[in-house]
Each structure stands twice: as structure tokens, then as C-alpha cells.
């Protein structure tokens, strides 16, 4: 069984931190910018975690 620690260690410790989920949205218009668009499938989200907001790839439900 894992702890609730290393869950959220895995889930959040190594993404980048967003104030709120403008910034985040931000952020995903900067790396389209910088790789030349075609990021439609990112998606800015509220982590259950740390209360920040992270980028990632939208979940299959998502994206339909």
C-alpha cells in the first residue's frame, strides 16, 4: 500500500507549479509559441494535491 505522500510525491513533485489556471493556460500558449502550435491537446488543470494548477495532456473523455 502506498502512502498518500508518495502518491502525491508521483502526481505532483516533479510538475511545475501554476498560481492559478490562467498562468497555466499561459504556459501551454508559450510552448505552442515556442514548438509551433499544434498543442490542442494540452490541458490546464486544479491539482487535488499542492492547490496549484499543472499542465498535461487531456484525458481521453477530454478530448472528445
Same mark, same amino acid.
Request: with cysteine; aromatic share 6%.
Given at each position: 500500500?502506498?502512502?498518500?505522500?508518495? !502518491?502525491?510525491?508521483?502526481?505532483? /513533485?516533479?510538475?511545475?507549479? *501554476? &498560481?492559478?489556471?490562467?498562468? @497555466?493556460?499561459? @504556459? !501551454?500558449?508559450?510552448?505552442?509559441? @515556442?514548438?509551433? /502550435? /499544434?498543442?490542442?491537446?494540452?490541458? &490546464?488543470?486544479?491539482?487535488? *494535491?499542492?492547490?496549484?494548477? *499543472?499542465? /498535461? *495532456? &487531456?484525458? &481521453?473523455? @477530454?478530448?472528445?
Amino acid at each position: 500500500m502506498s502512502s498518500k505522500r508518495r !502518491i502525491r510525491r508521483n502526481q505532483c /513533485g516533479r510538475k511545475v507549479r *501554476h &498560481a492559478d489556471e490562467v498562468q @497555466a493556460r499561459k @504556459a !501551454i500558449w508559450k510552448l505552442a509559441k @515556442a514548438y509551433g /502550435g /499544434g498543442l490542442g491537446f494540452m490541458n &490546464a488543470y486544479r491539482c487535488p *494535491h499542492c492547490s496549484g494548477c *499543472h499542465t /498535461g *495532456h &487531456a484525458n &481521453a473523455m @477530454a478530448r472528445k
